[in-house]
């Protein structure tokens, strides 16, 4: 679970109506390589995939970590669809590292944190084995309450940091950071002494929290969190896991990091969308959306829930709609299997509605549709629109406002 409801208190929409927003998350090794490439200390690692690609030749140490790379957390207590026990290995010997991967590689992991099938593993890392005098905890993130970052810090470190806030409060510490001054001196001296770094280490760990400030910064961020920082027993100051999230709308200056995403644990239809430039949520009702802006999607599936449905998507085609995009939003929609009526609701102010209604009736012409579809469309170019639906003779309900839409939408699938 993640650390933002640690900080954020006040229900958003999305919370509501229990719709994932989708960000760029990397795998445990790709944050490692970010780390390592912006100076922040981390384990050696090596990298093995099914492909074939091995780096375990080149790489040596004392006791090995092998680690199950998948976006998900609880792998240790996880098993295999195999039988085989944990995502997470530790050995001395060299020799049982291949029969370990060979266990995981191309099988799925099972966790509290996966679907219940479990999900594929594709890539394994071996990372060297650190001997951890004591674990803390460390994230600096986006709060909506405090209109910027903040970095939060525990000296219990590897455990549910919302547990810990819950349990024992007075072991965590917020402070908003500013954003002009970052993490000063001072600040980052003072997360130290709280973190319980001592002597020497005091200083190390200071610089170590600076440096993942400026990582922060570096690649446009919304979280960065260290589980756990920790205190090893020869006196390094090393973060062992890592998770990092991005804003999407940096993507246009983050290039090298948003080509980092996995899609294997994505669903396909977000990643289709992605492509066209839509907003797209798959969800387990069955009256597909098709709509201009989030809001007014919020407000289309409330309505739909209002009437007795279920919405079965969130798709938001944006402000600057093409026609192209309109037909590869209904491909999307109708290749959910559980979709059995369509509800498009669309208020032009930058959108063009004779837009929609051309996308609407190219998607219909090349791919017939099987389910029931019911189009509302008011404001710029409307009456050319519902001219141009009229004229296509295609079976298409249309109605005048949106409660309609909704109820008739509910009552084709009833």
Same mark, same amino acid.
């Given at each position: 679970?993640?650390?933002?409801?640690?900080?954020?208190?006040?229900? #958003?929409? *999305?919370?509501?109506?229990?719709?994932?927003?989708?960000?760029? +998350?990397?795998?445990?090794?790709?944050?490692?390589?970010? #780390?390592?490439?912006?100076?922040?200390?981390?384990?050696?690692?090596?990298?093995?995939?099914? *492909?074939?690609?091995?780096?375990?030749?080149?790489?040596?140490?004392?006791?090995?970590?092998?680690? @199950? &790379?998948?976006?998900?957390?609880?792998? $240790?207590?996880? *098993?295999?669809?195999?039988?085989?026990? $944990?995502?997470?290995?530790?050995?001395?010997? /060299?020799?049982?590292?291949?029969?370990?991967?060979? &266990?995981?590689? $191309?099988?799925?992991?099972?966790?509290?944190?996966? =679907? %219940?099938?479990?999900?594929?593993?594709?890539?394994?890392?071996?990372?060297?084995?650190?001997?951890?005098? /004591?674990?803390?905890?460390?994230?600096?993130?986006?709060?909506?309450?405090?209109?910027?970052?903040?970095?939060?810090?525990?000296?219990?470190?590897?455990?549910?940091?919302?547990?810990?806030?819950?349990?024992?409060?007075?072991?965590?510490?917020?402070?908003?950071?500013?954003?002009?001054?970052?993490?000063?001196?001072?600040?980052? *001296?003072? #997360?130290?002494?709280?973190?319980?770094?001592?002597?020497?280490?005091?200083?190390?760990?200071?610089?170590?929290?600076?440096?993942?400030?400026?990582?922060?910064?570096?690649?446009?961020?919304?979280? !960065?969190?260290?589980?756990?920082?920790?205190?090893?027993?020869?006196?390094?100051?090393?973060?062992?896991?890592?998770?990092? +999230?991005?804003?999407?709308?940096? %993507?246009?200056? &983050?290039?090298?990091?948003?080509?980092?995403?996995?899609?294997?644990?994505?669903? =396909?239809?977000?990643?289709?969308?992605?492509?066209?430039?839509?907003?797209?949520?798959?969800?387990?009702? +069955?009256?597909?959306?098709?709509?201009?802006?989030?809001?007014?999607?919020?407000?289309?599936?409330?309505?739909?829930?209002?009437?007795?449905?279920?919405?079965?998507?969130?798709?938001?085609?944006?402000?600057?709609?093409?026609?192209?995009?309109?037909?590869?939003?209904?491909?999307?929609?109708?290749?959910?299997?559980?979709?059995?009526?369509?509800?498009?609701?669309?208020?032009?102010?930058?959108?063009?509605?004779?837009?929609?209604?051309?996308? !609407?009736?190219?998607?219909?012409?090349?791919?017939?549709?099987?389910?029931?579809?019911?189009?509302?469309?008011?404001?710029?170019?409307?009456?050319?629109?519902?001219?141009?639906?009229?004229?296509?003779?295609?079976?298409? &309900?249309?109605?005048?406002?949106?409660?309609?839409?909704?109820?008739? @939408?509910?009552?084709?699938?009833?």
């Amino acid at each position: 679970m993640s650390v933002w409801n640690t900080v954020r208190k006040l229900p #958003l929409a *999305h919370d509501v109506l229990k719709i994932p927003i989708r960000h760029l +998350n990397l795998l445990e090794y790709q944050s490692k390589h970010l #780390l390592r490439k912006n100076n922040v200390a981390i384990q050696d690692f090596c990298m093995i995939d099914e *492909h074939g690609a091995s780096e375990l030749d080149k790489f040596n140490a004392a006791e090995y970590v092998i680690k @199950a &790379q998948i976006l998900a957390g609880g792998r $240790g207590k996880g *098993h295999f669809d195999n039988g085989f026990k $944990g995502g997470v290995h530790i050995t001395q010997k /060299r020799e049982e590292i291949l029969d370990i991967v060979k &266990q995981m590689l $191309g099988h799925k992991l099972i966790t509290k944190q996966t =679907p %219940k099938d479990g999900i594929p593993v594709n890539k394994i890392m071996i990372a060297e084995s650190v001997n951890i005098k /004591r674990e803390t905890y460390v994230c600096i993130l986006m709060d909506r309450q405090k209109n910027g970052p903040v970095i939060i810090a525990s000296p219990a470190g590897g455990m549910d940091i919302e547990a810990v806030a819950e349990k024992t409060p007075h072991l965590l510490k917020t402070l908003p950071i500013d954003i002009f001054e970052g993490i000063t001196d001072q600040m980052a *001296h003072e #997360l130290a002494e709280f973190l319980e770094f001592n002597g020497p280490l005091r200083k190390k760990a200071a610089e170590e929290i600076k440096k993942m400030w400026n990582l922060f910064v570096a690649v446009d961020a919304t979280q !960065i969190e260290i589980n756990p920082l920790v205190e090893t027993d020869d006196g390094k100051v090393i973060s062992v896991d890592a998770k990092l +999230n991005f804003d999407d709308n940096a %993507k246009f200056r &983050q290039r090298d990091v948003f080509s980092l995403e996995e899609y294997t644990e994505s669903d =396909p239809r977000e990643v289709e969308a992605a492509k066209y430039n839509l907003n797209y949520i798959g969800m387990t009702g +069955n009256i597909g959306c098709l709509v201009n802006g989030a809001g007014l999607a919020m407000a289309t599936m409330d309505i739909i829930k209002l009437y007795g449905g279920e919405p079965a998507n969130f798709l938001d085609v944006g402000g600057s709609v093409k026609e192209e995009q309109v037909r590869a939003a209904f491909q999307i929609i109708t290749s959910d299997p559980s979709v059995k009526a369509i509800l498009v609701n669309v208020f032009g102010g930058i959108v063009n509605c004779a837009t929609i209604a051309n996308g !609407i009736v190219g998607a219909l012409k090349s791919t017939p549709l099987k389910v029931p579809l019911i189009v509302r469309l008011e404001g710029t170019n409307a009456t050319e629109a519902r001219r141009i639906i009229k004229d296509s003779s295609l079976n298409i &309900q249309t109605a005048e406002t949106l409660d309609e839409a909704a109820q008739n @939408a509910v009552k084709s699938i009833s």
